[in-house]
Structure formats: C-alpha cells, structure tokens
C-alpha cells in the first residue's frame, strides 16, 4: 500500500441498505477526514478524526457515521441509504501538527443510491 | 457564513499564462491552499500559503494577501495535461478546510 486506498471504487446500492465505505492509509499521519464532492459543489466535511479513537462532526454529518479504532483506518458507514447521499466520497489523511497540515486524498468512491 | 468564490471556467491557449482568482470570507484564516483535480481522480496538493506575498514553484506560482481576502493561482507556460479543476482552500479558525467550488480550465492548443 502506498498512500491512501479506498474500497469500493463504485457502487450502485438500493436505498435502504446499509454501506461502509472502506479507507486506508500507511503514512501514520493522525487526522483522517471523509468528503462528498457534488457537482457546483465544493468539498464539505463530512466526519473527520484527528487522532485514533475520536472522531467529530464535520458540515454534513447527517445520515452517515464514522469510526477510528486504528491509525491507519476510516471507516464511513451510511446506516440506511437515500438518493440524496449519491455523490463521489473522498477519504484523506494528514498531519496534524504545524501550520501546514497538507491533506492527501485516496482515489475516491463513487457511490448512486436508488 | 463562511464563504470561498472561484470563476466557475476558465480558457486558455497552451504556452500562455492563467490567473485564477480566489476570494474569501472565513471565521478566521489560517492558512490557503490550492489543489489541482484532473477529471475522475483526486485532488492533488499545489501550493500553501499563509503569510501575504508570493509562492513559486516551478511553472505555478500562488499569492495571498490576508487583507483583501484573496488569492491567485498563476500557471505559467500552460500544457494540455494542465487541463484540469483548480480547487481554492482556506483553513478557518477551527482548523478545518473551507472548500472553493473549484476552477475548471480549459486549455486550447
């Protein structure tokens, strides 16, 4: 593993089923974050961890949860589904400490609810 | 609210220079970056800034003055794989990315 890997690179998934988005990282950077990325949107925070074993709310938490139980891993679970959680998920990590904590995207997870 | 502006497109003709602009209203600055995200993948880390001036690296250079609220990413010597979205970040005083809605360049040969 170099960097950030994500799981699954797409998915189609009825509404009302429950996902886990998988997320990865071997750069033992503390902070991990999730991010949806609509068009015309900008990125918005979803959940975001700045050490193994907390996690906090990001600007769009609603509908989706999170755990870090390691370093390395990301979970982000969407408990029941809805259309409106179609979108390309974004995994990242960084290191938090300084002034430039520079972010580092996984490849991404494109994911349609219907 | 807290608020990043970017033009939504931008053209260019290839071995030409582009400036994208990137204005901002945040609850608190700590910081500016700018990502470059090719179409389908994910965005990659250009530049940081966080003192007003200049940055340059290489063909791309980015500049910051903290009180107009405002940035600019300049590409120089403009290549095809130069194609892409550019994406205006600020770290706010919660420490947490403020998300531009992001650049798309066009470039023409």
């Known amino acids: 593993i170099a960097g950030i890997t994500q799981a699954p690179t797409s998915q189609i998934l009825a509404a009302g089923r429950r996902m886990t988005l998988r997320c990865t990282q071997d750069?033992?950077?503390?902070?991990m974050y999730w991010y949806r990325q609509d068009l015309g949107l900008g990125l918005r925070l979803i959940h975001y961890s700045n050490t193994a074993g907390t996690t906090g709310k990001g600007e769009v938490p609603d509908g989706y949860s999170v755990s870090r139980a390691n370093t390395d891993d990301f979970p982000l679970t969407l408990a029941s589904a809805v259309p409106s959680q179609t979108s390309v998920y974004f995994c990242a990590s960084s290191w938090l400490a300084g002034d430039q904590d520079t972010q580092y995207f996984g490849p991404g997870t494109r994911l349609t609810v219907l | 609210g807290q608020n990043i502006d970017q033009p939504t497109e931008m053209t260019a003709t290839e071995g030409a220079i582009v400036q994208i602009n990137c204005t901002y209203q945040?609850?608190?600055?700590?910081?500016l970056f700018w990502y470059q995200q090719h179409a389908g993948e994910a965005p990659t880390f250009l530049s940081y800034n966080v003192l007003d001036g200049l940055e340059e690296k290489g063909r791309f250079s980015s500049f910051l003055s903290r009180s107009k609220g405002y940035s600019y990413l300049l590409l120089k010597e403009l290549q095809m794989k130069d194609s892409a979205s550019y994406l205006c970040a600020v770290k706010d005083s919660n420490y947490q990315l403020i998300w531009g809605a992001g650049t798309k360049l066009i470039i023409k040969p």
């Open positions: 945040t609850s608190g600055f700590n910081g």
């Open positions: 750069m033992r950077h503390n902070a």
